[in-house]
């Protein structure tokens, strides 16, 4: 009796298992996403995540940004998904309200008052620094 019911615990939590992929494969129309993180490197499924611009950006300010120095953005809110995935990327720098550098992305003719342009990635991506 009680090795009955264990089976038909299992088959239902299978079932119920099978179903959730599924539902998250087809019917939320995801198939396309995991094909395109499948064939992707590491670093090519980051960008497809983050997103191709953003992430272009973020590797081009690693780059070009001294270790320990200080950052803040201008172009997405402080809150937002878009922040949060550019701090992960740009740790251990540390981002604060009165920077060393100013990451601006796509903002074009952006200026702020005691910085000076740093590096330009193109029109409306760029990093200031202070003077």
Same mark, same amino acid.
């Given at each position: 009796?009680?090795?009955? #019911? ?17 539902? @998250?494969? #087809? ?14 490197? &590491? ?10 611009? &953003? ?17 803040? #953005? ?7 998904? +878009? ?6 990327? &740009? ?14 992305? @796509?903002?074009?003719? #952006? ?11 193109? +029109? ?8």
């Amino acid at each position: 009796m009680r090795y009955k #019911f264990l089976k038909i615990v299992f088959i239902v939590w299978v079932v119920l298992w099978v179903w959730f992929v599924i539902r @998250d494969l #087809f019917l939320k129309d995801n198939i396309n996403s995991y094909r395109v993180l499948i064939t992707r490197s &590491l670093e090519g499924k980051h960008s497809y995540v983050t997103g191709d611009r &953003l992430y272009e950006f973020l590797a081009f300010s690693t780059g070009k940004l001294p270790a320990g120095t200080s950052y803040n #953005f201008v172009g997405f809110e402080p809150d937002s998904l +878009e922040n949060r995935r550019a701090v992960y990327y &740009l740790y251990p720098l540390v981002q604060k309200k009165d920077p060393e550098y100013v990451l601006v992305y @796509d903002r074009p003719g #952006f200026e702020r008052e005691g910085y000076i342009l740093a590096s330009k990635m193109d +029109e409306s991506r760029y990093i200031l620094k202070r003077k």
